[in-house]
């Protein structure tokens, strides 16, 4: 588990194929891993990734086919910066929010502008993950923790201050820029708890307004 709270800047320095799957080396920056032991998780981009060898300036990770298809660690290179954070402990400041470091799906960057100091996003989501975006709600961003200011559909707007950008991988952001996106984790497993018993049906789908009347969920 992770807090959305970026901890330092990294580098993607090697991307190996390995019998079909990536072996990535980070280098880590100011991250402090004198308390990193191997098996250890590590957030990249929001990716929980294990460090399988520790060479002192950074990690290795293997990365499975399956986590190239559902992120956008696929759109990485050797020099690419990433946002990196260490799992949380018991004694962790819970400065965002609760982050599982499973990526839900893959947005875009559609625009920004400034605005004062700050700077106004506009991110496009997957259309299935729309349902759980919603304003002043918690999402995800790279690894980020952030506040949701307004949704249009698929499209949610953020509002960036300058520290973030700073001290984030946001600040190289252009429109058309791919991102991993986590929703928030109580809406997740809210949807799935009201499903009850149909939870465990193979064609059992999402909560629609026809679900929600026929469990006594919407008055006639």
Not at 20 to 35: A, F, I, N, P, W
Not at 36 to 61: M, Q, R
Request: net charge negative; glycine share 12%.
């Amino acid at each position: 588990m992770f807090t959305g709270i970026i901890e330092a800047v990294g580098q993607i320095q090697s991307m190996q194929p390995q019998g079909g799957d990536v072996r990535l080396y980070v280098r880590t920056g100011k991250l402090d891993l004198g308390d990193v032991k191997l098996g250890d998780s590590i957030a990249v981009n929001g990716v929980c990734l294990t460090a399988i060898e520790l060479p002192g300036d950074g990690f290795w990770a293997d990365v499975s086919q399956e986590t190239i298809r559902r992120t956008a660690l696929a759109s990485l290179k050797p020099g690419s910066r990433v946002n990196l954070e260490k799992a949380l402990t018991p004694t962790t400041r819970l400065g965002g929010h609760l982050v599982s470091g499973h990526v839900d799906g893959v947005g875009k960057v559609l625009s920004l502008h400034q605005d004062a100091r700050s700077w106004h996003f506009r991110v496009e989501a997957p259309a299935e993950l729309a349902k759980y975006i919603a304003e002043k709600g918690s999402i995800t961003v790279d690894g980020t923790s952030l506040t949701v200011n307004a949704v249009e559909g698929a499209v949610f707007h953020l509002n960036i201050v300058p520290h973030t950008l700073q001290e984030t991988v946001m600040g190289d952001y252009q429109p058309g820029t791919v991102v991993n996106l986590e929703v928030d984790l109580i809406a997740r497993y809210l949807e799935r708890l009201l499903l009850g018993e149909k939870a465990a049906e193979p064609t059992a789908g999402g909560i629609s307004m026809a679900f929600l009347a026929e469990n006594g969920f919407l008055k006639s």
